[in-house]
């Protein structure tokens, strides 16, 4: 038996649904961002994007914990 996806990534796929991104192409446009800061990027993303707070969160918090994993 397979386990849910939980955590951010249990979004993604609502994600992709809705905005018609994949999600690949979301990590791409927040690492090419000049900001840095969490919630900096999250009012980006919702602003100039259409995101909703949970959905930009959640991509965010995804994003940046797999750049700070790899060092």
């Known amino acids: 038996m397979t386990d849910a996806v939980k955590g951010p990534a249990s979004y993604f796929p609502s994600i992709e649904k809705k905005h018609g991104r994949p999600i690949a192409e979301w990590k791409g446009l927040i690492r090419s961002s000049p ?31 797999e750049d ?3 060092g």
């Open 35 to 65: 900001l840095t800061r969490h919630m900096e990027i999250v009012a980006w993303l919702k602003a100039e994007h259409g995101l909703g707070h949970g959905h930009a969160n959640a991509l965010v918090a995804h994003t940046l914990a």
């Open 68 to 70: 700070e994993a790899a």
